[in-house]
Every structure is written in C-alpha cells, then in structure tokens.
C-alpha cells in the first residue's frame, strides 16, 4: 500500500458524460501528478499540482482539467467524454516537486481509477 | 524529446533463475532520474529501483539490481532467484533533471515459470 488513495475505483459511463476522478496523497505529500493508461498511448504524464498550484502540464486534453484543494487532495475532471477516453487513470504523489538539496523525489502511485466509456 | 524503449513485449524466466529486462532511452540531458516501475495484475504502480544519473555505482535493492550503462543510455534490470510475486509488467521510466515528469517504456511483461 503506497499511502495514496483514489475514488472510485472502476467508473463506467456513457459518451459524453463528465466525471470527477479524486486522489488523495500520503501524507506528508505536496506534489500531486495524475498519468493516463491506456492500450494505445501507453503511461502518459497529464498534469502536476504542488501545494495547490499547477507546476507543469503534459499531454492533457482541453475537456481534462484538475484542481489540487487546500488539504492537498486532488481531482481531475472529465468532460464530454469519448471511447478513447477509456483507461486507467494514475494519481501519483511525492514530497515535493523538488527536494531541497536537488535530488529527485519519489512518485508513489495510487491503485488508479479504471474508467469505461460506452 | 525524450523518450524510453523496452524492446521486450515479454520475456520469461523459470523460478529461482535469473533474468534481465533491458530498456534504452534517448537524452541530449546530463543530469536525470532512472526508475523501474512493477505493475502486477493487481494494476498497482510498485517502484523497484532507481538510479541517479550522476552516481557511477549500480542500484541495488535485494534480488533486484540495475546495469546502467551511461554512455549507451541503457538501464537493464536483472532479477535475480525470481519468485512467481515477480510475474507482472515493468516498466521503465525516465526524469528529467529540471522536470518531474515520469516518461514511460512501453513495458515488458514478465512470466515466471514454477
């Protein structure tokens, strides 16, 4: 168990549809990432929040939008979705987005949201 | 752009033998991060090991070792005396200096043989 957690743990919907996918960090944790995995794309970064302000952006959608709250938990939202949206979508969550003597710190990922679109 | 190869779709390894996964990434940075990333069917995302680029010594942690060879950019991990828990997909990842965007292989599925 990597000390973070995410709801629901399987959603289905239909097209079309929005949907809020909800992580929460270990504790402890600032930085907050959420990756996409799906058969054809393989493990995509989409999004970083650190302490509540988004710190970079990768291969995330314009109907995709994420938020990290003050108790540090996060959501991505989902919107007018679509078949290919259909995947395992990771939150992952590490101290800080840089630590302060410049190593890296370590993702811990959650046991993903599966997400069914018919 | 960087990017990460595991040019293994599967491999598979008898119980208690030794195997080694290989992944090759392209890079034009200096300084950087490399994982392997467990996923067994359970889908959960278990870090194995990583390697600082800047260290010359190999990464170990128990049964699981690395071979990163710096100049030909390859991080291959071995495992050794596998056990049937090691059956799962790894995946290879890569980080940036400045950034801490995880980029992933495509991953190798590993079958372990009783």
């Known amino acids: 168990d990597s000390g973070v957690t995410q709801t629901p743990k399987h959603l289905i919907t239909a097209t079309g549809q929005r949907v809020t996918l909800r992580c929460s960090p270990r504790?402890?944790?600032?930085?907050v990432y959420w990756y996409q995995q799906s058969l054809d794309q393989g493990l995509q970064f989409l999004i970083q929040y650190y302490n509540g302000e988004e710190r970079a952006k990768g291969n995330i959608l314009e109907r995709f939008s994420a938020q990290q709250f003050p108790d540090l938990h996060s959501e991505l939202n989902l919107s007018s979705l679509e078949l290919g949206d259909s995947a395992l979508y990771f939150c992952?969550?590490?101290?800080?987005?840089?630590?302060?003597?410049?190593?890296?710190?370590?993702?811990?990922f959650g046991p993903g949201t599966r997400l069914t679109v018919l | 752009a960087q990017t990460v190869t595991q040019s293994q779709p599967e491999m598979s390894v008898q119980e208690a033998e030794t195997v080694t996964l290989s992944c090759t990434y392209d890079?034009?940075?200096?300084?950087?991060?490399l994982f392997w990333y467990k996923q067994p069917p359970s889908r959960q995302m278990i870090l194995v090991i990583r390697q600082e680029a800047y260290k010359q010594q190999n990464a170990t942690e128990n049964r699981f070792s690395v071979n990163f060879q710096k100049a030909a950019k390859s991080f291959s991990l071995k495992i050794s005396d596998s056990q049937l828990g090691d059956a799962a997909m790894y995946f290879c990842?890569?980080?940036?200096?400045?950034?801490?965007?995880?980029?992933f292989g495509t991953g190798t599925r590993l079958q372990v043989f009783p």
């Open positions: 890079t034009s940075e200096s300084d950087y991060y």
């Open positions: 990842a890569y980080r940036a200096d400045n950034t801490d965007k995880l980029i």
């Open positions: 992952a969550s590490s101290v800080a987005w840089r630590l302060a003597n410049g190593n890296t710190d370590t993702q811990y």
């Open positions: 504790s402890g944790d600032l930085s």
